[in-house]
């Protein structure tokens, strides 16, 4: 088990990005996801425009033939699914990618795991 230490001047150490697919019916009141959604989990301190690139290329891994993958890596003019920044009124900054499925990135405060079942999920 890693010991993590807060620095005093890291104002986001507390949180982190969670990167999920729609399948979930995010955004979701509860405020939980189930790990089988669950793409990705990044440090909070990383510019939306890095994790805009990061949800490209994990939507790109489910979602594009090898060929698509690599005409991209070669010209980003090419990438059919570009992920979008935006505001949501209950999340802030979101970031989506795709559209069957769709992929989507939030900030999130001080995340714990639950459990429901037999089932993990990421609550905050």
């Known amino acids: 088990m890693a010991i993590i230490k807060k620095e005093a001047n890291n104002l986001d150490s507390n949180k982190v990005w ?9 955004p979701d009141e509860s405020q939980h ?7 990705s989990i990044l440090r909070g301190d990383l510019s939306a425009s890095t ?3 990061i949800v490209e290329a994990i939507h790109a891994s489910r979602c594009c033939s090898i060929e698509e993958r690599l005409m991209w890596a070669k010209d980003y003019q090419k990438n059919r699914c570009k992920a979008e ?5 209950k999340w ?15 900030r999130i405060e ?3 795991i639950t459990k429901e ?3 993990d999920y990421l609550a905050w």
Do not use: F
Request: hydrophobic share 40%; charged share 25%.
């Open 85 to 89: 920044i935006g505001e949501s009124q």
């Open 92 to 106: 802030g900054e979101m970031i989506t990618c795709g559209y069957n499925p769709i992929l989507c990135a939030i």
């Open 18 to 26: 969670i990167i999920a697919w729609e399948s979930w019916q995010w």
């Open 51 to 53: 994790v805009r690139e």
């Open 33 to 39: 996801v189930p790990e089988r959604h669950l793409a």
């Open 110 to 112: 001080d995340p714990k």
């Open 117 to 119: 079942g037999d089932e």
